[in-house]
């Protein structure tokens, strides 16, 4: 984990409420991968808030392509503080034809980093927007990705279907109550499911990182057996092992 600086090289609008931000980074955060995000302060010197938690949604050689709201001025050219990288790459299971991606009630930006590599890989990709994460406007996103809208019951079209298909399945819910959102996924998957194998369903949390380094204890999940950390051992958290 390092400070560092990043500038903000180019600022687009991609659909109504989002747009992405085109930073050139510090070459050590150059091997960032798929799952891990960044912490950040807009004014280089210090202020008194926490660093907010940008999600990168592409990686180049040396640039990184955020998703931020679209309400929000960047201007091109800043230069801005960089704390990061924060916490662990998606695990993917070696044999793997299709991903479900689930948004319950948020964006589903945490989940996006992972499409570009999953469909390089031949591995087919199913983004379901379920309540209000249905007004994300996913235009943008690669037309290869099967986008299917859910109710605020996490119903959708051959539910059933699609969670037999997934070999993996990974699910971001609104901050404000996680564990809530998740075993309401849960029981889903369970309801439809014979077993919930470990390392198949995982989620994504996203919760107010006030250190970043495992250091203030704040982004703990309680395990069936012991506890993790988001910043260090997530954002993607077994399901199977958390106490929901
Ligand atoms: S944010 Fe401080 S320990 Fe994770």
């Known amino acids: 984990m390092h400070e560092t600086s990043a500038i903000i090289e180019r600022v687009k609008g991609v659909g109504h409420k989002i747009q992405h931000v085109e930073l ?4 050590l955060l150059a091997d960032m991968k798929a799952g891990q995000s960044i ?7 210090w202020d008194p808030y926490l660093r907010e938690q940008w999600w990168p949604v592409k990686f180049a050689p040396g640039k990184i392509t955020v998703e931020r709201p679209r309400e929000i001025h960047y201007e091109p050219g800043s230069e801005i503080s960089v704390f990061g990288p924060i916490g662990d790459w998606y695990r993917f299971r070696r044999t793997l034809r299709h991903v479900l991606l689930l948004a319950y009630d948020t964006p589903p930006t945490p989940l996006l980093s992972m499409i570009p590599m999953l469909l390089a890989n031949q591995t087919s ?3 379901v927007l379920n309540g209000s994460a249905i007004t994300y406007d996913t ?3 690669s037309p290869e990705v099967e986008v299917v809208h859910g109710d605020a019951d996490l ?3 051959n539910r059933v279907m699609m969670l037999g298909l997934a070999d993996q399945v990974f699910a971001v819910v609104r901050p404000d109550d996680e564990i809530l959102r998740f075993a309401k ?3 889903v998957f369970e309801a439809s499911r014979a077993e919930i194998p470990r390392n198949y369903l995982f989620g994504v949390f996203n919760p107010v990182l006030p250190c970043g380094a495992g250091a203030c204890q ?5 395990l069936k057996q012991g ?3 988001t910043c260090m051992d997530g954002p993607a958290i077994d399901l199977s092992q958390v106490m929901l």
């Open 218 to 222: 704040a982004c703990m999940i309680r």
């Open 125 to 127: 990709v199913t983004l």
């Open 39 to 45: 912490l950040v302060r807009l004014n280089k010197s």
């Open 24 to 27: 050139a980074v510090h070459p």
């Open 227 to 229: 506890v993790a950390l």
């Open 185 to 187: 996924i849960w029981q």
């Open 155 to 157: 119903n959708w079209p």
């Open 139 to 141: 235009r943008h996103l």
